[in-house]
């Protein structure tokens, strides 16, 4: 560096080499927040938990567990922390079918940061993301329909074919019927 003409200050050199420096770095980008649920802590008492409590220890196992095992499901994958209730923690998350085991990886990992975050000593809480979805609650969440989680999202873009939009509706239309065709003869049968 001693033989750069003088005009060039080596503190003004040190900055422009760091900040092209930077520019080689990949930037890792949240994942696309659609929305969460979980209870007003302030307004519900029975919704949350102590801090420090076993149904606490147990949930950072819980999302610690879903985390760790992000890379190796299939997209999906449920865990149970603790073994008394009250407090076990019931968790799953589940990822687009179409996404890379990285990329789930990194939106359950995104998920468990925020949902801490966003639901502080929440007993339940589900954050939605484009990518994917993580759940957790006190009670257990797994083989039990629950239709309470709705959320609505509006798409204002149009089909760009709207011939193949409409035959891809009434196949999806069609599965739909066979499906409750065959678990109503299940049930009934």
């Not at 009250?86 to 799953?92: E, I, W």
């Not at 939605?128 to 609505?152: A, G, H, K, M, P």
Request: aromatic share 12%.
């Amino acid at each position: 560096m001693d033989n750069l003409p003088h005009k060039i200050p080596r503190k003004a050199l040190f900055f422009a080499l760091t900040v092209c420096f930077l520019g080689l770095i990949p930037i890792i980008e949240g994942a696309s927040f659609v929305s969460i649920e979980c209870p007003n802590a302030t307004h519900s008492t029975t919704s949350t938990y102590a801090a420090n409590s076993t149904y606490h220890t147990n949930l950072n196992t819980l999302l610690s567990g879903l985390s760790s095992n992000s890379n190796a499901s299939d997209g999906f994958y449920n865990f149970t922390a603790g073994s008394s209730p009250p407090d076990v923690a019931y968790g799953l998350f589940i990822c687009r079918g179409d996404l890379s085991a990285t990329v789930c990886r990194d939106c359950i990992a995104f998920a468990v940061v925020e949902v801490v975050k966003q639901c502080p000593r929440s007993k339940w809480a589900m954050i939605w993301y484009d990518e994917c979805i993580l759940r957790y609650s006190n009670v257990s969440i797994f083989s039990t329909l629950d239709t309470s989680f709705r959320q609505i999202l509006n798409n204002p873009e149009n089909a760009m074919n709207a011939t193949s939009f409409t035959e891809a509706l009434e196949v999806v239309c069609k599965m739909q019927t066979l499906l409750f065709r065959s678990l109503w003869t299940i049930r009934y049968k």
